[in-house]
């Protein structure tokens, strides 16, 4: 009677587990793929910057191709902590007149938290 009741939960075992096995299995994709589009938005935006121009004249004029984008894909962020830092920028380098001081600051901020969304090293912080 024993051995029959083991065999039954052992079958029973095996199909609960079958069955949930893809369940598992697909999330753990997801999360792999969620990841890997975060990690090239921020690979995006840290390629608005990568040219020998400082950010401030990327940033500042009226109608500034790269603020734009900066703001397109700094919506697309996952990261609320790294899309405030985004839309921070972007503000600071809309007004006029801006300082200096503060869109450099900011701007460093920015790009510490782009990092961390690049190194997916949230560390609890900014979901």
């Known amino acids: 009677m024993l051995t029959q009741l ?17 369940l598992v299995t697909s999330r753990l994709a997801r999360r792999d793929r969620d990841i890997e589009v975060q990690r090239q938005i921020a690979s995006d935006i ?3 910057f990568e040219g020998d121009e400082s950010p401030l004249g990327l940033l500042v004029p009226e109608q500034s191709r790269p603020r734009r984008q900066l ?11 790294a ?24 701007w460093n901020v920015m ?4 990092g961390s969304v ?9 979901k």
Request: aromatic share 4%.
């Open 111 to 114: 790009m510490n938290e782009i």
């Open 118 to 126: 690049y190194r997916n090293d949230s560390g609890g912080r900014g």
């Open 71 to 81: 703001y397109i894909l700094g919506l697309r962020l996952d990261s609320k902590v």
């Open 83 to 106: 899309r405030r830092a985004c839309m921070t920028v972007i503000a600071l380098a809309g007004q006029s007149p801006y300082d200096e001081g503060k869109l450099l600051e900011a």
């Open 6 to 22: 083991l065999t039954i939960l052992g079958t029973l075992g095996g199909a609960v587990l079958g069955l949930l096995a893809p």
């Open 46 to 48: 840290m390629a608005l």
